[in-house]
């Protein structure tokens, strides 16, 4: 121990005790900041992971939803042409006149038009 001289040269114990006391409580304090820390960071990442995880839960209903609504689309598209090939066929019956080609599908304005 490093102790302090004291009068007449007596090494104060007393004195030492306390600064290993107090270096004890300081190092102590740092593992308890530490350890605050890590659990702090422990939760950030677990609530990072839970946002994560609800994020891709809705990514998954999406695509759900978009593939859905494309298979819809494509049934509809099918459902026109066939109704258009029939009424083209009945047309074509009644007056001998000329086929009618397939008419090119409306495009909204600045929307370009994509087969699916």
Do not use: F
């Given at each position: 121990?490093?102790?302090?001289?004291?009068?007449?040269?007596?090494?104060?114990?007393?004195?030492?005790?306390?600064?290993?006391?107090?270096?004890?409580?300081?190092?102590?304090?740092?593992?308890?900041?530490?350890?605050?820390?890590?659990?702090?960071?422990?939760n950030?990442?677990?609530?990072l992971?839970?946002?994560?995880?609800?994020?891709?839960?809705?990514?998954?209903?999406?695509?759900?939803?978009?593939?859905e609504?494309?298979?819809?689309?494509?049934?509809?598209?099918?459902?026109?042409?066939?109704?258009?090939?029939?009424?083209?066929?009945?047309?074509?019956?009644?007056g001998?006149?000329?086929?009618?080609?397939?008419?090119?599908?409306e495009?909204?304005?600045?929307?370009?038009?994509?087969?699916?």
């Amino acid at each position: 121990m490093n102790g302090h001289t004291g009068i007449g040269g007596d090494k104060n114990e007393s004195s030492d005790v306390e600064s290993e006391n107090q270096e004890d409580m300081m190092v102590d304090d740092v593992e308890e900041t530490e350890q605050a820390e890590y659990e702090s960071l422990n939760n950030t990442i677990d609530q990072l992971d839970n946002y994560l995880t609800e994020l891709e839960q809705k990514n998954d209903d999406l695509i759900v939803k978009i593939q859905e609504l494309i298979d819809s689309s494509r049934q509809a598209r099918e459902q026109i042409e066939k109704e258009e090939a029939k009424d083209d066929d009945k047309n074509a019956d009644k007056g001998g006149g000329k086929k009618k080609g397939k008419k090119p599908p409306e495009q909204i304005e600045g929307m370009p038009y994509a087969t699916l």
